[in-house]
């Protein structure tokens, strides 16, 4: 079953970003049909993920296959509870989906291996360290896909949104420095320091230096709106490559997947 619902929240996920993508072109948004595949989407894959983590014993975050499954998993589920909520939101669904998209696409070449619990992940504090990293790259999603809306041919910035990226933007930042910080007292308990500086802390580091730099600078430099747009788009780089680009060249213990 676990692959029958897998398939089942792809198809609901790919059709999502196809309504989210014809309303934008057509202009005629299909929130209600956007909400319901989505949410299709996000209960399949849920049930996938319970049955994977019932047979394989750990939670979804050894093997590559398992990181990008659990990924597309909590941003379609944040994503979702932020598109139901702000109505400001739901246009954006053209920019983020397609983002899940790609990370589903990226999942379905993976090999689906189990992977292995080493002994230093058994602790609580990985669980608190990895649900706040997803809600951080949660967050920042909804924010990025917000600025991408701003940066489109023939808007000037100028049309209240920006208020809305900000606020994401500033919950991505709590979110990350408590991401950070749960990981430092992991790393104390598994191999005996808090920090050390692996390609994986560094690069989070600096996407949180890139987000502290930007909020800071929005609020004391006055940034014009489509400038904060851009760099919120710079900063999500940033934090993709920390998370699907470090796992493949990093050789240390702590590299996001084993």
């Keep these: 079953m676990e692959s029958t619902w897998l398939g089942i929240a792809v198809a609901a996920y790919g059709l999502a970003a196809a309504a989210a993508l014809a309303g934008g072109a057509l202009r005629r948004r299909a929130d209600l049909a956007v ?14 993920l319970a049955a994977r983590w019932v047979r394989v014993g750990h939670g979804p975050f050894i093997a590559m296959f398992e990181v990008l499954s659990s990924n597309v998993w909590s941003l379609s589920l944040l994503f979702l509870a932020a598109f139901l ?15 899940v998209f790609i990370l589903m696409a990226w999942m379905l070449f993976t090999h689906p291996d189990d992977g292995h619990l ?12 990895v649900a706040f990293g ?6 920042l999603l909804v924010a990025t896909a917000v600025s991408g809306l701003m940066l489109l041919p023939g ?25 950070l910080v749960t990981g430092a007292v992991w790393a104390q308990d598994a ?12 690069w989070s580091f600096l996407t949180w230096i890139g987000i502290a730099l930007l909020l800071h600078a929005r609020v004391t430099l006055r940034v014009p709106p489509r400038a904060t747009a851009a760099m919120v788009v710079t900063v999500f ?15 240390a213990l702590h590299k996001g997947a084993v």
């Design 191 to 202: 191999w005996g320091r808090y920090w050390a500086w692996d390609p994986l802390e560094t």
């Design 85 to 99: 909520k702000v109505k400001a939101v739901r246009p954006a669904a053209a920019v983020a989906l397609p983002v």
């Design 118 to 129: 080493p002994a230093t992940y058994r602790t609580l504090w990985l669980y608190a360290h």
């Design 134 to 139: 997803k809600v951080f790259l949660g967050a």
């Design 155 to 179: 808007r000037d910035g100028e049309d209240g949104r920006e208020p809305l990226v900000l606020r994401f933007l500033a919950l991505a930042f709590v979110f990350e420095s408590l991401m």
């Design 237 to 251: 780089a940033l934090a993709f490559l920390t998370f699907f680009g470090v796992p493949f060249i990093s050789t």
């Design 35 to 48: 909400a319901i595949l989505l949410g299709a989407g996000v209960a399949a894959h849920t049930a996938s």
